[in-house]
């Protein structure tokens, strides 16, 4: 949700933040904060609005100082305004506290804090935090150190901080539990964030704090690891990042959403890369090889995932059943955890992340954990906490993903789940060998069928100048591609904030055809596999109403084509596989309607690229 930078060393911190800032900012975007220290005090500054409006409100002044910590938000206690923006300062004036998670005891802490005298001028958790942390210093006359431990161990729910005494400039301390932190080590110098993006043009040493640990860090001395719980001290494990910075840049794009949409056929041949080998074929896939017979023996697997993840585990459903003839239930990570779901032990649960960090997600993975479940991570982000606490896992190698709305990273997501699928469906003989050939072959070849897919969006360009001001979509999709409707009525209402939903084709004559009239335009998944014939008797009763049908068809379709307003080609592959092509027209027209609106595409209002919070 929320972005933390801080830096402390001998550089001057003020342009070190400012730009960490501006590249945590897909984490958060309704205000931000800084705040810089130098013997005997600090410059504070926060505003609502984006970093730019920070960086405008400061740019005249001049901050100096080597030691700071700055905030981008994502609201969750109190409205976005000056008042709740981060950093927040405790009653004396003495602590500056920058937080990300959120507090589900501070109402009480606060009634506590009241009778004590303390004061609020804001809505938020975070200034209960760091009066709490004054209030247990002061009263037990303790280190600040020693204040925030006690504290921390007196809370309910997550949180990432980073907190700084006016008196001693040199010493930030930061601890973690839930919410995703990251310390970047370079000689004698400290770099903390939210993610490693902020500081890999000044160090790739980093260090991931893990949940329930705290660093004290001082200027000029080694780094200080220990346990929240017991203050026990930890030896800290320093990893080498490796993150190419030009994928972090937009280059020649306006928005990062368009680069990460035409950049898929790259990021699918590096998630294939070294896993589908064409020429033996195999498939090898790292994490999945210890574990294979796990895998060979299921009786079903659960798939767990939030948003464009859970859409890729529904295509995931399809797959897996179809090819390796495995039941599979798809599961909201959300839910999950609340249903008293039954997992028995050695059951696999697939939990899938594009951060990593997802609160919900992971609060799945922990509860099939304790069962005794076999847990199996796909994730994005090397590192990430599903990363590091699964039994097993993958990484998608999608690359940095900056635009909130999820595009290359779904498609990967899916790649995963196919080589899963043919891994295990080729083991069992569910997949006859001459089919597991062609699928593979055709995967092999599939990155360039999306960037033939690509050349549609001029087309779709011109579609979304006629459709930009409505406001309802209808998506439909049959089999495998109903997920692919929900997902591309997800982007669109994720980014234009237009009113869309995703059903199977077949269920509109079950209540949302009581919608259809000229007004609204229907998206139509109708390429030529299974239920083809189907859809087109959808498509004329979609017709009979006046609907407006955009339809999604493959090269040389002809009936569809008769029947629709407008129709975008797209290559013909095997139904197995096309969830990977029909998914990349619905990204661009999303994509197009938002930016012919006006809109911020990379950041769409009330949203956070990681939901790290409930």
Same mark, same amino acid.
């Given at each position: ?54 960086? !405008? ?25 000056? $008042? ?71 809370? +309910? ?15 930030? &301390? ?16 400290? /770099?903390?964030?939210?993610?490693? +993006? ?12 893990k949940d329930g640990e705290m660093a004290i860090l001082n200027k000029n001395k080694e780094l200080d690891l220990r346990k929240i719980r017991n203050n026990h001290k930890l030896n800290p494990?320093? !990893? ?17 959403? #368009? ?20 020429? *033996? ?13 796990? /895998? ?6 659960? &798939?767990?995932?939030?948003?464009t993840s859970w859409h890729a585990s529904l295509i995931g459903e399809y797959i897996l059943e179809n090819i390796a003839r495995i039941p599979v239930e798809v599961e909201y990570a959300s ?12 059951? &696999? ?10 609160? *919900? ?24 906490? $599903? ?30 789940? $196919?080589? #899963?699928?043919? !891994? $295990? ?12 050939? !062609? ?8 990155? *360039? ?24 979509? &209808? ?81 040389? *379709?002809? @009936? ?42 990379? @950041? ?11």
């Amino acid at each position: 949700m929320c972005g933390i930078i801080g830096y402390l060393g001998n550089k001057e911190a003020y342009p070190i933040l400012i730009n960490g800032l501006k590249k945590l900012e897909y984490r958060g975007y309704d205000s931000s904060g800084i705040a810089i220290f130098y013997q005997g005090g600090y410059s504070l500054y926060k505003t609502k609005g984006k970093v730019n409006q920070l960086e !405008k409100k400061i740019s005249s002044l001049k901050l100096h100082g080597t030691t700071g910590i700055g905030h981008t938000r994502w609201a969750t206690h109190g409205i976005p305004n000056d $008042i709740n923006a981060h950093p927040h300062v405790s009653n004396s004036q003495e602590l500056i506290l920058i937080h990300n998670g959120i507090i589900e005891n501070y109402y009480a802490i606060k009634i506590i804090l009241l009778d004590n005298g303390f004061t609020f001028k804001s809505k938020t958790d975070t200034e209960v935090l760091v009066n709490l942390i004054e209030y247990i210093k002061k009263k037990n006359k303790l280190s600040l150190e020693e204040a925030v431990r006690i504290s921390l161990n007196e809370i +309910i729910g997550a949180y990432s901080i980073a907190i700084v005494e006016k008196s001693h400039p040199e010493r930030i &301390i930061i601890a973690k539990l839930g919410s995703p932190l990251t310390l970047g080590i370079n000689k004698k110098e400290f /770099f903390i964030a939210s993610d490693p +993006i902020p500081f890999i043009n000044y160090t790739n040493n980093v260090l991931y704090l893990k949940d329930g640990e705290m660093a004290i860090l001082n200027k000029n001395k080694e780094l200080d690891l220990r346990k929240i719980r017991n203050n026990h001290k930890l030896n800290p494990i320093i !990893k080498e990042l490796q993150i190419n910075l030009k994928k972090i840049e937009k280059g020649e794009y306006k928005y990062f959403m #368009l680069k990460e949409i035409y950049e898929q056929p790259k990021t699918i041949l590096d998630t294939l890369r070294g896993r589908l080998l064409i020429t *033996d074929g195999l498939i090898y896939i790292d994490g999945f090889e210890l574990n294979k017979d796990i /895998f060979f023996n299921a009786k079903c697997i659960t &798939i767990v995932g939030c948003g464009t993840s859970w859409h890729a585990s529904l295509i995931g459903e399809y797959i897996l059943e179809n090819i390796a003839r495995i039941p599979v239930e798809v599961e909201y990570a959300s839910e999950f955890r609340y249903k008293n779901p039954i997992v028995k032990k050695k059951d &696999i649960i697939i939990v899938i992340s594009q951060s990593g960090e997802t609160a *919900d997600t992971i609060a799945a993975l922990k509860l099939a954990k304790k069962k005794g479940a076999f847990v199996f991570g796909i994730c994005n982000v090397v590192g990430s906490y $599903i990363a590091r606490n699964v039994d097993a896992g993958v990484y998608t190698h999608a690359g940095p993903e900056i635009g909130v709305a999820s595009t290359k990273a779904f498609t990967a997501q899916i790649i995963i789940l $196919i080589l #899963l699928a043919l !891994k $295990i469906g080729k083991h069992k003989s569910t997949i006859t060998d001459d089919f597991y050939k !062609k699928l593979c072959t055709e995967l092999n070849y599939i990155s *360039d069928k999306i960037s033939l897919t690509l050349k549609t969006d001029k087309y779709i360009k011109n579609i979304s100048k006629i459709y930009h001001k409505v406001n309802n979509f &209808i998506y439909l999709g049959r089999g495998i591609n109903f997920p692919v409707a929900l997902e591309g009525a997800l982007k669109l209402k994720e980014i234009s904030y237009i009113h869309a939903e995703g059903y199977p084709a077949a269920e509109m004559k079950h209540g949302p055809i009581a919608l259809i009239d000229e007004k609204i335009p229907v998206v139509v998944l109708a390429t030529k596999k299974k239920l083809y014939e189907k859809i087109i008797v959808n498509i004329q009763e979609i017709k009979a109403r006046n609907g407006k049908i955009i339809a999604i068809v493959n090269e040389g *379709d002809i @009936q569809v084509s008769m029947l629709a307003d407008h129709v975008i080609y797209v290559p013909e592959t095997y139904d197995e596989l096309s969830p990977l092509i029909t998914i990349i027209p619905l990204q661009l027209l999303a994509y197009q309607i938002a930016f012919i609106r006006g809109e911020n595409v990379d @950041q769409p209002r009330n949203l956070a690229k990681s939901v790290t919070v409930e």
